[in-house]
């Protein structure tokens, strides 16, 4: 398969033929459809995130969406077929924080997609079941990007502050993608 393949901090990614991902017990294959390019892939990109030599090489890229093309033992939910779009951590869904709804404070965190593993800058992506959400055929992908990050994260702040549709609120620095979108929520 073909790939964005990141080799050095701060340089640029190489468009490369790479083997293609295969999946283990609990993890499905997807094969992208697109993956955006955030703020959060740049500043790792750069080296910001990290620069320990062992990271590298990488795929970055973690606003994914795809169809589910193969899955591995014990996997019931995504099928293959369907199409989703991908959770940025790599949380374990059984801790305490998890059940609370809190996968970014996970207890036992592997990590993010695109950063600790490899990302959407691909053909195809191999993932944990429980990162991928279920998206509509009828959105397309490249709009459906958005919603992992810029759309996820103001909804999620939106839900922890309890607004309701006459609280007025204010909303500092909404020039970037999760900005606008709280504006919209808000």
Do not use: K
């Not at 099928?79 to 609370?100: I, K, N, P, S």
């Not at 992506?125 to 459906?144: E, H, T, Y």
């Amino acid at each position: 398969m073909h790939a964005q393949v990141l080799h050095e901090w701060g340089g640029e990614v190489r468009y490369e033929t790479v083997a293609r991902p295969s999946v283990v017990a609990g993890e499905v294959l997807i094969e992208v459809e697109a993956c955006s390019v955030g703020l959060t892939v740049l500043n790792y990109m750069s080296g910001n995130h990290s620069r320990r030599p062992e990271d590298l090489p990488r795929i970055p890229g973690h606003e994914i969406v795809g169809r589910v093309i193969a899955t591995g033992d014990g996997v019931s939910s995504p099928r293959v077929g369907e199409r989703v779009l991908t959770h940025f951590y790599l949380f374990c869904g059984a801790c305490d924080l998890c059940h609370l709804g809190h996968e970014p404070l996970c207890r036992n965190l592997a990590g993010q997609v695109g950063v600790a593993r490899d990302g959407g800058y691909a053909e195809y992506v191999a993932l944990p079941a429980r990162n991928c959400i279920a998206v509509p055929d009828g959105v397309s992908p490249i709009a459906a990007t958005a919603i992992p990050d810029a759309i996820a994260t103001p909804l999620h702040v939106s839900r922890r502050a309890a607004i309701a549709p006459s609280d007025s609120v204010m909303v500092i620095g909404a020039a970037g993608g999760v900005g606008i979108h709280m504006v919209q929520m808000a």
